[in-house]
């Protein structure tokens, strides 16, 4: 899932609930600076807080391996 399609995510299920940002941070137990963050797409966050938010939806994210080809993958 890209950082747009989370934040998105994250927005509609909120607004779906009728939850305000604080309320979803307060039930999630996470701060309200993060639910931010993941709303505005921010490019990085912990994993672990980030699962604490979707998991009251039923979801989490996971680590996938990510397709290369083998000139990117010689580079690194």
Do not use: C
Request: charged share 35%.
């Amino acid at each position: 899932m890209t950082k747009s399609k989370l934040s998105q995510f994250v927005k509609q299920k909120r607004k779906k609930l009728k939850l305000t940002q604080p309320e979803l941070a307060e039930k999630a137990g996470v701060g309200l600076r993060l639910l931010r963050e993941i709303e505005q797409g921010k490019k990085s966050m912990r994993m672990d807080k980030v699962n604490l938010v979707l998991a009251l939806f039923g979801y989490e994210l996971v680590p996938g391996k990510i397709e290369r080809d083998e000139q990117t993958e010689q580079e690194l």
